[in-house]
């Protein structure tokens, strides 16, 4: 590709720029729009004069310099509405009217998920008119209700909130993006249609598919088929749904280019085969292709494949030569002008991606290929998929910590039968329009292709190390991985590009290798992760050892805090491997997250109280797979770690296993306390007063520095006996913003305050990470980035 035949590339490179810039563009307005005044003269100016060529340079330099402040200016946060929802005083519960943005989705038996775009709310008796979208879980059987339809229900709003750990998903940002800036909650009884379910044609359109080919298909095949042809992913079998992401396919579940192709090219082959001219099929094709996205939904990947369609189909209309950068770079600035928070969507990034690295790339490869005997169609197979997979890697890194070994083999077979089966999808679509026993000989053809394509998937995802994960890469490795990428098309031009090419990869490598060699500082690091309610613990030893204490909440009907939220940060250590996995007791809120950990992670050791209770079967037939050595601890063991020494308080040992705890299960919770040179830290699980009671009575060395608050702050842990016995200097408390349970209570924060100790808590403060050298204690508050140091005692806990 020559850089002149897209010009827009850079226009579009500098207008993103501008969108990353946009939270500086806020605080200074002003200054950007007389700066943007200033440049446009400029290049006015220097348009003008273009017929000298030093001139030439700075209308370039200009016109980039403008477009970068016009994408700030777009990207830059707009002022609310004064009707906005948000700007409203409510009350704790209070009734919405609103139009659904879009379907229902039901993610659990008794929750269904809304988008509503509000236009009032009551104020007592009062009807205020209001602007806004909120996102809205319901609990309960809802109503039948559909997109486009105005409903009321009453709700509980609250700012959202997510889990605020390093390197974690900013969940908040992402719903500003959407334009929510509350979440609402309530009973699905109080939902009430306001009109009939009369959605527009598009919605209808969907429906009818979905449901036409869920009558003619097995449930697996028409959630697959529904996912390739509508990108409707729901109901696909979560053990499906992990074998296309381990075989490195995933992406075909994505409607994007690869469906639009088909469409068009169907199109094209039917009509001219009818003998229409070929302008006309231009324009039937681009309203086909519009008609479809309409159909399919607004996602990033849609939009750019439509539209990257449609001007192509211009081009033919004027009988002009196509561009493929440029129509990409075109697509990125219309897109981005429309909905400036898209440049963060990991959707909009892989599309745009593995599209840019299929133009750029795929040339330059396929002619290596070529040039060494291999066939042109394989040459050509190959080098989309090396050129869409090398673009795509920093972005998979980035946001789900993947690498996929066996995508490149794997999409050589998966490809063709998903065009097969997408192509017959649509087709067995149109014919049952017209006729039902015609559609009744097509599904069961396409049923075998499904098949056929389902058996490649999980015989990709069955080779060992399919799918890797590693922590995402820094703007160094990142940079100089493109900067690789980028010389690809010239390497065989000149030596140097070949030279340069390997530096920038040796450098990208070694960039991504470091994390996992870099030398230690010497610290001891205790991260307590905010699981909301629920309890995760990393302690990380100076000589390399990790111990994880529970893996937050999981389960049915729950967000899988182990996959979604430890394991990404475990990744990022960087940590393949945790030496030992200590679960205090069977409730989900601890255990149910380690199924995560002990799946994705090598495990040395689970330690265990030995009563797994109901609810916790996934994770202990995960720990049964794992392979881990499984160890049932009672009080008086010492067990070292590296240069720590961990010993167990809790629980006893003279309750048989197989009885039930007359206290309940939370007495029963492993309490553990680690020593390290000056520092020592009592980990006592969901422990309540009989369990502190016990542990008490036994005489056992409790005095500590640290204390993580028993039971997250119940009001019937941390009695005033405990807390005189351990006199915690800091005292961490894992809790769930808003729980229901009114964690930590008034009664548990004041006895922790009499004893004197400082008081965090992962609600407000998000994750609290402790570090210490042996002499000093440095403890960060990560949602705020404060750092506060202690000096410890040498004789505390001796």
């Not at 009109?195 to 028409?222: F, N, Q, Y």
């Not at 409730?587 to 199924?595: K, M, P, V, Y």
Request: neutral net charge.
């Amino acid at each position: 590709m020559k850089w002149h035949e897209a010009p827009l590339l850079p226009l579009s490179a500098a207008f993103a720029l501008g969108i990353v810039a946009a939270p500086w563009a806020a605080a200074a307005p002003g200054r950007l729009l007389v700066a943007g005044g200033l440049l446009l003269g400029l290049g006015a100016c220097a348009a003008a004069l273009g017929r000298y060529r030093p001139c030439e340079g700075a209308a370039t330099v200009a016109l980039l310099a403008v477009t970068f402040v016009l994408g700030a200016l777009r990207g830059a946060t707009e002022p609310l509405p004064a009707d906005h929802i948000a700007r409203a005083e409510l009350a704790p519960v209070v009734r919405i009217e609103g139009r659904l943005a879009d379907e229902p989705i039901r993610w659990a038996p008794d929750r269904t998920r809304l988008s509503l775009e509000v236009d009032g709310y009551f104020d007592r008796n009062d009807r205020r008119p209001a602007s806004g979208r909120l996102q809205v879980t319901l609990y309960g059987e809802t109503a039948p209700v559909g997109e486009g339809q105005r409903v009321s229900v009453e709700l509980k709003l609250s700012r959202p909130r997510g889990f605020r750990n390093p390197g974690g998903f900013d969940y908040p940002a992402f719903l500003r993006r959407e334009g929510i800036l509350l979440v609402g909650s309530g009973r699905a009884e109080s939902l009430a249609a306001l009109t009939a379910d009369e959605p527009p044609w598009p919605v209808r359109v969907k429906r009818w598919a979905v449901a036409a080919i869920g009558a003619h298909l097995p449930e697996t095949s028409a959630a697959l088929l529904a996912g390739l042809i509508l990108g409707e992913k729901k109901g696909l079998p979560p053990e499906s749904d992990e074998a296309f992401r381990r075989a490195g396919v995933y992406h075909i579940l994505a409607v994007s280019g690869f469906n639009v192709a088909l469409l068009a090219s169907s199109v094209f082959f039917v009509l001219s085969a009818l003998g229409i001219s070929r302008r006309a099929t231009a324009v039937t094709a681009g309203a086909a292709l519009v008609g479809f996205a309409l159909v399919v939904g607004g996602q990033a990947s849609v939009l750019r494949a439509t539209v990257m369609g449609l001007l192509l189909l211009a081009a033919l209309l004027l009988d002009r030569k196509s561009q493929l950068m440029n129509a990409l770079a075109l697509a990125a600035l219309a897109l981005l002008t429309w909905r400036p928070g898209d440049l963060w969507d990991p959707g909009f990034q892989l599309s745009f991606a593995a599209t840019a690295g299929i133009i750029y790339l795929t040339p330059a490869i396929t002619a290596w290929l070529a040039a060494r005997g291999w066939p042109a169609w394989l040459a050509t197979a190959v080098a989309v998929s090396v050129g869409a997979q090398a673009a795509v890697t920093p972005v998979m890194l980035i946001h789900f910590n993947q690498l996929s070994l066996i995508g490149i083999a794997a999409n050589l077979i998966v490809v063709p039968l998903a065009a097969v089966a997408t192509t017959l999808g649509m087709l067995a679509l149109l014919v049952a329009l017209a006729s039902a026993v015609a559609a009744d000989v097509i599904f069961p053809a396409l049923w075998l292709v499904l098949v056929a394509l389902r058996a490649a998937v999980w015989a990709a995802a069955a080779v060992p190390a399919a799918m890797i994960h590693l922590p995402a890469p820094g703007w160094a490795a990142i940079f100089t991985w493109s900067m690789a990428l980028a010389l690809v098309p010239f390497l065989g031009a000149r030596r140097w590009t070949r030279s340069a090419a390997a530096a920038c990869l040796i450098a990208a490598l070694a960039l991504s290798i470091w994390p996992w060699v870099e030398p230690g500082d010497g610290r001891l690091r205790i991260t307590f992760l905010d699981v909301g309610q629920g309890d995760a613990i990393l302690v990380e030893l100076p000589e390399g050892q990790r111990l994880l204490v529970d893996g937050g909440a999981a389960g049915a009907r729950r967000l899988d805090v182990g996959e979604r939220v430890v394991a990404p940060y475990l990744w990022n250590r960087p940590a393949a491997r945790v030496d030992a996995v200590a679960v205090t007791h069977s409730d989900t809120d601890h255990s149910g997250g380690l199924r995560a950990v002990l799946t994705r992670f090598r495990v040395g050791e689970l330690w265990e109280n030995g009563r797994w209770g109901p609810g916790s079967e996934e994770t202990l037939r995960a720990a049964e797979r794992s392979g881990a050595c499984r160890r049932t601890l009672v009080a008086g063991q010492r067990i070292w770690l590296g240069s720590a020494l961990v010993t167990v308080l809790n629980p006893d040992g003279t309750l048989p296993l197989d009885e039930p705890a007359p206290d309940g299960e939370n007495e029963q919770s492993l309490v553990l306390r680690l020593d390290w040179r000056g520092f020592s830290l009592l980990l006592t699980g969901d422990l309540g007063r009989p369990g502190e009671e016990r542990v008490l009575a036994s005489h056992a060395p409790v005095r500590v520095l640290v204390l993580k608050v028993g039971h997250h702050g119940s009001r019937f842990s941390s009695t005033g006996e405990f807390l005189a016995a351990t006199r915690p200097e800091v005292a961490v408390i894992s809790v769930g913003a808003r729980n229901p349970f009114r964690h930590p209570t008034p009664d548990a924060l004041a006895r922790l305050e009499a004893a004197g100790a400082r008081i965090y808590r992962t609600d407000r403060d998000g994750a609290v990470i402790l570090e210490t050298d042996g002499a000093s204690l440095w403890i960060t508050r990560w949602a705020s980035g404060t750092v506060e140091r202690l000096d410890l005692d040498p004789e505390r806990g001796a």
